[in-house]
């Protein structure tokens, strides 16, 4: 999936018609709105993340670089454990490529849907770009004070379904962990040492 150039006049309607599920107060709902659009309005990002993948019976651990650009989409290099650091899976609209020698990564399937370990970042992207944000509300992440956005299809309950979870720093604006849920539970978890928005210089 690549970044996406968003017509400017374009996002005000995308944040009225998308955000109407948010509960929480009217400082979380703003914020929120100002996160959405940032990323609506992004040309790429970098960063780095821990992701942890759980198969019920197995968990696997990565440590991942990536990067978007417009020309290239996304592309994640995992870079932890050793055995398989290198492994670089580019993505560009939905179609996943993986490049390796000889060496194989777990990318199955999580859940009878078949999202896979790959599919966190653009899963998180999606749930910022136009997820139907069903919760907000502000949590203490150690002595970090974070907003919590929750968004799941609005037919379904919670706990029902995918759910997208992310957390920011409310001072900084940045991305501090993220998780996939399939039926309440938690398949893909992630934590950000590094998350950088680039954004569109022309807006």
């Not at 996002?11 to 400082?27: K, M, N």
Request: glycine share 10%; hydrophobic share 35%; charged share 25%.
């Amino acid at each position: 999936m690549g970044a996406k150039r968003i017509c400017t006049r374009m996002i005000p309607f995308l944040l009225c018609t998308i955000l109407c599920g948010c509960v929480g107060d009217q400082g979380d709902n703003d914020l929120t709105l100002e996160l959405r659009a940032d990323f609506l309005s992004r040309t790429g990002c970098t960063g780095t993340m821990d992701l942890t993948a759980d198969y019920g019976q197995r968990v696997y651990e990565y440590t991942v670089e990536f990067s978007e650009t417009e020309e290239d989409g996304l592309s994640v290099t995992i870079t932890a454990p050793e055995e398989v650091a290198g492994i670089t899976a580019h993505i560009t609209d939905g179609q996943t490529a993986l490049e390796y020698d000889g060496v194989q990564v777990e990318t199955g399937p999580l859940n009878s849907d078949g999202l896979s370990p790959m599919d966190a970042l653009p899963a998180f992207f999606e749930a910022m770009e136009s997820g139907y944000m069903a919760e907000t509300g502000t949590e203490m992440i150690g002595e970090t004070e974070v907003l919590r956005i929750c968004c799941r299809d609005p037919e379904l309950d919670p706990g029902q379904g995918l759910e997208t979870v992310l957390w920011f720093d409310k001072a900084q604006k940045t991305l501090l962990q993220g998780e996939v849920r399939s039926d309440g539970s938690t398949v893909i978890r992630c934590e950000f040492s590094a998350f950088i928005l680039v954004p569109d210089k022309t807006v």
